[in-house]
């Protein structure tokens, strides 16, 4: 399983971005789909995610600026970031999780940097 993340990049405070993130190799049963960050010298942290059923779930410090979905067909999970301010300057990675045989298996992407300067 593969995790092909894209969308980063240099921001003026206020704008938006896109991220993509899709899977690709032997997936069945993708349950969660996620996007965590991770800043200089900080933890990573999840950012919003979204369950197969469309339930999504965001960090406080981006509800009502980002919006997450997804596309099941494509494998594929988005973050649409708006009214973007320099604390969201991050690498920022996806997460899928899939359920085979009652067990749940992670997987990360390789990560995309998002850079908001003031």
């Known amino acids: 399983v593969q995790l092909q993340a894209s969308g980063g990049g240099l921001v003026q405070a206020g704008g938006s971005l896109r991220l993509s993130c899709r899977a690709s190799?032997?997936?069945?049963?993708?349950?969660?789909m996620g996007w965590y960050r991770q800043a200089p010298g900080k933890q990573r942290d999840l950012v919003a995610d979204?369950?197969?059923?469309?339930?999504?779930n965001y960090a406080e410090s981006v509800k009502g600026r980002f919006t997450i979905s997804r596309d099941n067909a494509r494998n594929t999970v988005y973050l649409q970031m708006n009214s973007l301010q320099p604390e969201d300057t991050a690498n920022y990675y996806c997460?899928?999780?899939?359920?085979?045989?009652?067990?749940?298996?992670?997987?990360w992407g390789q990560g995309t940097l998002v850079t908001v300067s003031s």
């Open positions: 997460n899928i999780t899939t359920l085979d045989s009652g067990w749940e298996y992670a997987y």
């Open positions: 190799g032997n997936i069945f049963n993708i349950n969660v």
């Open positions: 979204i369950t197969s059923g469309g339930s999504t």
